[in-house]
């Protein structure tokens, strides 16, 4: 992303998906009803908390909790389960966040702190709740504060038309990666002034044609799973550099991805940079991972 040869409009991970398109039919994913979108909600009738907090537990098979917040401080959500810590920034107006409750099923223990001064936070809200997914795909089918979109969203209309015809998740997830690839470009002038706690508009991205790596694996993943294919976005470290980067990976039950130097198994999630092959860097960039470093997934 950094480098003159990044900036060639060259593809050749979509010329190699599009030499194959599996036949199975998309029932045989099994992962998204038939029915369609999936959404994500905050019921305010069903939060527990106090004047300060509210948290929504009532969807949690469906992968994602949902927390509103009012202060005239910043606030910040904590979820922990099993050792892993992922931190975000909630809102302090009141408006509902949705976080993916990403790590499976088990016990869930939420922390909702209110800043104090410098750095150092304070506890308003806290609460351990067990939670058992309906499946494994659950956070990465639906809208959240690191892929927000809904069903009148631009890129998902869009992503709807793109899908049309497809007859397998592979055909779906082909075009959408073709069409994004061709339509937005990186934005080396956001990337020097992004700050921290930036969080992407997929619908933006989809306007404007340009974004950060951040950008294109949010619009990537609205996209896809307003679709149906699930999809995961990834934060993590890129060989030999270590440069810290997003990127996707996806599932599907067909036969696989096929780029021009690897080929998904079946039955696993295949991971796509898009930012690497929307910018002309080679295939070592997408694969089986052995140049990635994977230390978040939303």
């Known amino acids: 992303m950094r480098n003159r ?41 069903e939060t527990e908390g106090n004047d300060k907090v509210r948290v929504d537990f009532s969807s949690t098979d469906e992968g994602y909790v949902a927390i509103s917040g009012k202060s005239a401080k910043r606030l910040k959500v904590q979820i922990k389960k099993d050792g892993a810590v992922y931190t975000y920034d909630l809102r302090s107006d009141g408006t509902p966040s949705i976080y993916p409750l990403q790590l499976g099923d088990g016990n869930y223990a939420v922390a909702v702190l209110e800043n104090i001064e410098g750095t150092k936070y304070a506890g308003l809200f806290s609460v351990t709740q067990p939670v058992k997914l309906k499946d494994q795909f659950q956070p990465f089918l639906r809208p959240s504060d690191y892929a927000h979109y809904t ?48 969080l992407p508009d997929p ?27 699930p999809t995961k976005i990834i934060f993590g470290h890129v060989a030999p550099n270590g440069t810290y980067h997003a990127w996707n990976m996806f599932y599907t039950d067909e036969t696989g991805w096929v780029t021009v130097g690897f080929q998904a198994p079946k039955n696993s999630w295949s991971r796509l940079d898009l930012t690497f092959t929307a910018n002309g860097q080679d295939d070592t960039f997408v694969g089986n991972g052995t140049n990635y470093t994977d230390l978040y997934c939303y």
């Open 151 to 198: 069903a009148s969203s631009a890129c998902v209309k869009e992503a709807a038309e793109l899908a049309r015809g497809e007859t397998t998740k592979i055909g779906i997830a082909s075009k959408i990666y073709e069409y994004i690839n061709g339509a937005v470009t990186y934005d080396y002038q956001k990337a020097k002034s992004v700050q921290s706690g930036y």
């Open 203 to 229: 619908d933006q991205t989809y306007v404007s044609g340009k974004g950060i790596c951040f950008d294109y694996a949010a619009l990537a993943a609205a996209m896809l799973r307003s679709q149906g294919v």
């Open 5 to 45: 040869r990044e900036r060639n409009a060259l593809c050749c991970i979509l010329l190699g998906a599009s030499l194959f398109l599996a036949a199975m039919p998309l029932s045989a994913q099994g992962a998204v009803p038939a029915s369609g979108f999936l959404d994500s909600a905050y019921h305010a009738a």
